[in-house]
């Protein structure tokens, strides 16, 4: 394999103050779900070759990068977040070669590629668990992973009390080589993702070495799943209660956001900084607060962390304008762009968490209000790319995609769906092949169907339903990101200047640059602020004032 360590031009410079800044600070990132993208090969699953064949619409959309969820050799009990060859593609994406030239082709269209990177747990089949399993108790690999005898008076109750994130006993049990029952393992998620020992210096040393890899092969960063829970409590204390999975986000756990974690990414980030490019790490870290969130994103840390208090913020203007201060606040201090993120791979999306009542969660199994949520969506979106930081795009979003909340039982394959007392499991929805073009078997998706069926009349919100549509959310998308890459009060930086504003509207300054939103139900006049640039619905300047729509974002240039 040929290494390419030039990746594209950095835009790296000094600003007015003689800090250091880097394209991450007011990037646009768009993640790909490989295999509900493109696929290459009609075999109804997405893969490298069909990601690598739609760059183009990417470049033509503006943004500065392309992350990547898994695409590693994995039995995929969870979507690929099971890696049982973390230097391997599984053969369902493609090969090694499929994803150099990938790297090659985006790098020469002026993209960046993020890959993600699973570092808390991996397959059950993975080679070093294998052998564990095999080579029984007493085997130096059972050190890799967290093995313990079980409670009771053989042993078989799990070790502690902790709960799985999919549900059920964080713990289940290993039978011997001569098929006695035997030790039990930990996994936060299914039972075929057992966790690393992140305090076994062969783990540590394993993932410094996939790191390089990947460099080697022309990455321009990772994004670090379950961030937050690679180094466990001492001791992996009870935490005396059951229903866990209400307590994430409101304390630190024994599992989740200890202080540990924060030396092993002080070690990747010498490695990051070894290459050139500005290569650069994200935290999918889930915190209680904004301010531990920054604790990762300190300058000898990662250098992005996502915003997933602001995610979780319903569509009301006293909230919103809260957790951006907030956010702003905590990331000011570290130096860091805070980031702005609507959707992703396990949530519900948000045209349809608008389309919905406020305080139903992230994961939504109504369709609700489908014309009030893409109005909303269309505003929110317009609001988050207007704040200073850098933006994350979830593929399908830019089409105004609404969740698919309909999906057969028999076609869900969201493992958590399958088991007791855990997530809601209705994380498919999201992850729906999204639609290139008005006809075919699979919208323009690939050749041979799609693993998850698509809705009737998905047609009509595809990319070419939608290419030079006036109005569509496709073309505000782009002429949205256009707008923040020309305008200089638009991108980096860590300020906005909220001016007064009626209840249930937002109203903010930036450099040359005003930003207003409605919230509400119903429509606002306010005084015009400036010249109108780009609206999420139509609006019409009467004079000196201006009548604000309902649930509607405006750019103004003053």
Same mark, same amino acid.
């Given at each position: 394999?040929?290494?390419?360590?030039?990746?594209?031009?950095?835009?790296?410079?000094?600003?007015?103050?003689?800090?250091?800044?880097?394209?991450?600070?007011?990037?646009?990132?768009?993640?790909?779900?490989?295999?509900?993208?493109?696929?290459?090969?009609?075999?109804?699953?997405?893969?490298?070759?069909?990601?690598?064949?739609?760059?183009?619409?990417?470049?033509?959309?503006?943004?500065?990068?392309?992350?990547?969820?898994?695409?590693?050799?994995?039995?995929?009990?969870?979507?690929?977040?099971?890696?049982?060859?973390?230097?391997?593609?599984?053969?369902?994406?493609?090969?090694?070669?499929?994803?150099?030239?990938?790297?090659?082709?985006?790098?020469?269209?002026?993209?960046?590629?993020?890959?993600?990177?699973?570092?808390?747990?991996?397959?059950?089949?993975?080679?070093?668990?294998?052998?564990?399993?095999?080579?029984?108790?007493?085997?130096?690999?059972?050190?890799?992973?967290?093995?313990?005898?079980?409670?009771?008076?053989?042993?078989?109750?799990?070790?502690?009390?902790?709960?799985?994130?999919?549900?059920?006993?964080?713990?289940?049990?290993?039978?011997?080589?001569?098929?006695?029952?035997?030790?039990?393992?930990?996994?936060?998620?299914?039972?075929?993702?057992?966790?690393?020992?992140?305090?076994?210096?062969?783990?540590?040393?394993?993932?410094?070495?996939?790191?390089?890899?990947?460099?080697?092969?022309?990455?321009?960063?990772?994004?670090?799943?379950?961030?937050?829970?690679?180094?466990?409590?001492?001791?992996?204390?009870?935490?005396?209660?059951?229903?866990?999975?209400?307590?994430?986000?409101?304390?630190?756990?024994?599992?989740?956001?200890?202080?540990?974690?924060?030396?092993?990414?002080?070690?990747?980030?010498?490695?990051?900084?070894?290459?050139?490019?500005?290569?650069?790490?994200?935290?999918?870290?889930?915190?209680?607060?904004?301010?531990?969130?920054?604790?990762?994103?300190?300058?000898?840390?990662?250098?992005?962390?996502?915003?997933?208090?602001?995610?979780?913020?319903?569509?009301?203007?006293?909230?919103?304008?809260?957790?951006?201060?907030?956010?702003?606040?905590?990331?000011?201090?570290?130096?860091?762009?805070?980031?702005?993120?609507?959707?992703?791979?396990?949530?519900?999306?948000?045209?349809?968490?608008?389309?919905?009542?406020?305080?139903?969660?992230?994961?939504?199994?109504?369709?609700?209000?489908?014309?009030?949520?893409?109005?909303?969506?269309?505003?929110?979106?317009?609001?988050?790319?207007?704040?200073?930081?850098?933006?994350?795009?979830?593929?399908?979003?830019?089409?105004?995609?609404?969740?698919?909340?309909?999906?057969?039982?028999?076609?869900?394959?969201?493992?958590?769906?399958?088991?007791?007392?855990?997530?809601?499991?209705?994380?498919?929805?999201?992850?729906?092949? +999204?639609?290139?073009? &008005?006809?075919?078997?699979?919208? /323009?998706? *690939?050749?041979?169907?799609? !693993? #998850?069926?698509? =809705?009737? $009349?998905?047609?009509?919100?595809?990319?070419?339903?939608?290419?030079?549509?006036?109005?569509?959310?496709?073309?505000?998308?782009?002429?949205? +990101?256009?707008?923040? &890459?020309?305008?200089?009060?638009? /991108?980096? *930086?860590?300020?906005?200047? !909220? #001016?007064?504003? =009626?209840? $249930?509207?937002?109203?903010?300054?930036?450099?040359?640059?005003?930003?207003?939103?409605?919230?509400?139900?119903?429509?606002?006049?306010?005084?015009?602020?400036?010249?109108?640039?780009?609206?999420?619905?139509?609006?019409?300047?009467?004079?000196?004032?201006?009548?604000? =729509?309902?649930?509607?974002?405006?750019?103004?240039?003053?």
């Amino acid at each position: 394999m040929t290494q390419h360590l030039a990746a594209p031009s950095t835009g790296t410079s000094d600003d007015a103050a003689g800090h250091r800044t880097g394209w991450w600070q007011d990037a646009v990132i768009y993640q790909v779900y490989p295999r509900s993208f493109a696929d290459g090969n009609g075999d109804g699953m997405g893969d490298l070759a069909g990601v690598r064949g739609r760059l183009p619409y990417l470049r033509e959309l503006g943004v500065d990068a392309v992350w990547l969820s898994p695409f590693y050799a994995s039995p995929q009990a969870d979507a690929g977040y099971d890696v049982a060859d973390y230097r391997a593609i599984d053969p369902m994406f493609g090969t090694l070669l499929d994803a150099d030239a990938l790297i090659r082709d985006a790098h020469d269209l002026g993209l960046r590629i993020i890959v993600d990177l699973v570092p808390n747990h991996s397959s059950d089949q993975h080679e070093w668990f294998k052998r564990a399993l095999t080579e029984g108790p007493g085997s130096a690999l059972r050190d890799r992973y967290h093995f313990r005898p079980g409670k009771g008076a053989n042993g078989e109750l799990p070790p502690n009390d902790w709960e799985s994130i999919f549900g059920g006993p964080a713990w289940t049990r290993t039978a011997n080589p001569d098929g006695t029952p035997g030790d039990w393992y930990l996994h936060l998620f299914a039972p075929e993702q057992p966790d690393f020992n992140w305090e076994h210096p062969a783990v540590a040393d394993e993932f410094r070495s996939i790191l390089r890899f990947w460099l080697d092969m022309g990455v321009d960063g990772f994004r670090v799943d379950v961030a937050h829970g690679l180094v466990k409590a001492e001791g992996l204390p009870d935490l005396g209660t059951h229903d866990q999975l209400k307590l994430l986000g409101n304390d630190v756990m024994p599992f989740f956001d200890q202080d540990g974690v924060h030396e092993i990414y002080r070690s990747w980030r010498t490695i990051l900084d070894e290459y050139p490019g500005d290569r650069i790490a994200v935290a999918e870290a889930w915190t209680p607060t904004v301010e531990r969130t920054a604790n990762y994103v300190r300058p000898d840390e990662m250098h992005q962390a996502f915003n997933f208090q602001y995610l979780a913020t319903a569509w009301d203007a006293a909230a919103l304008r809260e957790v951006i201060d907030t956010s702003l606040d905590a990331m000011r201090p570290v130096g860091a762009p805070t980031t702005w993120v609507l959707s992703n791979h396990d949530v519900t999306r948000h045209a349809t968490r608008f389309a919905n009542p406020a305080g139903l969660g992230t994961q939504i199994r109504t369709p609700g209000d489908r014309e009030l949520g893409l109005r909303r969506a269309r505003a929110a979106s317009l609001l988050m790319l207007a704040l200073p930081g850098s933006a994350y795009v979830y593929q399908g979003e830019e089409l105004g995609l609404p969740d698919v909340t309909d999906l057969p039982d028999e076609a869900r394959q969201d493992p958590s769906f399958f088991r007791a007392d855990g997530q809601d499991g209705f994380r498919d929805g999201c992850r729906v092949p +999204i639609p290139w073009t &008005r006809e075919g078997s699979s919208y /323009g998706f *690939g050749a041979g169907g799609s !693993w #998850l069926p698509q =809705p009737t $009349g998905w047609g009509e919100l595809s990319v070419e339903a939608q290419t030079g549509a006036a109005g569509s959310t496709l073309e505000l998308y782009r002429a949205a +990101i256009a707008a923040r &890459r020309a305008h200089p009060g638009l /991108g980096a *930086g860590t300020e906005v200047r !909220w #001016l007064d504003a =009626p209840e $249930g509207l937002l109203a903010f300054a930036r450099p040359g640059f005003v930003c207003t939103v409605n919230t509400t139900g119903a429509s606002v006049r306010i005084p015009v602020p400036g010249t109108a640039l780009l609206s999420s619905a139509p609006v019409e300047a009467d004079g000196d004032t201006v009548e604000l =729509p309902a649930d509607t974002t405006v750019w103004w240039t003053v």
